[in-house]
């Protein structure tokens, strides 16, 4: 990490031409080899304006956007939906092979906490996958593949006592109007599941947010922890001890004439079995957050189907 510019910075030397090692950072199928866990068992499409896709069975989740700055020397993927944070590849030519430097930037951008909470994970995922990728181009088996995605688009936040996964976009509305989206129970039905009716009691601490059940049960039980309008909203899951909740915490911020809108997803649970959970989550409140946006202005949803 530089502390001039609060970039991450890693490095690996690949015995391998500089054209092969553009290839496998450059063509959407060698990306997904190295750069996807085997067991997501998804793969990548690239279309002609360098935008890259997830595929997954018959599900296409946009990932990024490639702009191919100096080939075979520098490329850059910016991230979608909000394209805060990107990742620069420099390839040089070394002792016979190449060296490429992966540079992850936009963390300035971040509140202080933001960042920090950054730094050290996405750090060493990008060792990780560094590693992949000379083992991919070497023809041999990978060494890590678990590697953390979130962490290497830098979505993943983690301190001694809590793991967070953040995603943000930027809407073309007042944040009073993404406020009701987010806080509207009738709105949250349009945009996070169609057909199914959310109820409750209005944004006020203490407060529920849910789905209603046979017998008057309570379904998806949101309770709402703290609410200042038009700028924060956080809720909490509804569980039993000694089951630890997960917290919702939605910011808004004036931005460009429009409205910053960012989600953070914080569990207190540390095991394996959370931290995949939370590689998905972190993938889903992408998608999520393109559906709030298509609801606030006016637009289809690109995932009709909800959450």
Not at 10 to 31: F, G, H, L, M, N
Not at 244 to 270: A, F, H
Request: with cysteine.
């Amino acid at each position: 990490m530089s502390m001039q510019n609060l970039d991450v910075e890693r490095s690996i030397w690949i015995a391998a031409p500089r054209e092969r090692v553009w290839q496998a950072i450059t063509d959407s199928e060698q990306i997904a080899q190295w750069f996807l866990p085997g067991a997501l068992g998804a793969h990548m499409k690239r279309d002609d304006t360098g935008k890259i896709s997830v595929q997954m069975g018959e599900m296409a989740i946009d990932y990024a956007i490639l702009d191919v700055v100096d080939p075979p020397r520098q490329v850059i993927s910016r991230s979608l939906p909000d394209k805060l944070i990107s990742t620069i590849y420099k390839l040089e030519e070394e002792k016979d092979g190449t060296r490429i430097t992966v540079t992850l930037t936009g963390f300035e951008s971040l509140p202080e906490d933001a960042r920090n909470e950054r730094f050290e994970p996405s750090g060493t995922a990008w060792e990780q996958a560094l590693e992949n990728l000379k083992a991919h181009i070497d023809g041999t088996e990978r060494p890590f593949p678990y590697t953390s995605v979130a962490s290497l688009c830098g979505y993943w936040r983690e301190t001694g006592e809590q793991i967070a996964v953040e995603r943000s976009i930027w809407i073309a509305a007042p944040c009073e109007r993404v406020w009701r989206a987010i806080t509207d129970p009738e709105q949250v039905e349009k945009w996070f599941s169609p057909g199914t009716q959310w109820s409750g009691t209005g944004p006020q601490v203490g407060g529920r947010l849910y789905v209603a059940g046979p017998d008057n049960t309570e379904m998806y039980v949101q309770v709402i922890e703290l609410v200042e309008p038009p700028h924060r909203y956080v809720t909490r899951t509804q569980v039993e001890p000694p089951e630890k909740p997960e917290v919702t915490d939605w910011k808004l911020q004036e931005e460009n004439g429009g409205t910053r809108l960012t989600l953070t997803y914080i569990s207190y649970q540390l095991d394996s079995a959370q931290r995949g959970m939370m590689e998905q989550h972190a993938i889903g409140f992408g998608m999520m957050l393109e559906n709030v946006q298509a609801h606030v202005e006016g637009k289809p949803l690109p995932y009709p189907g909800g959450f």
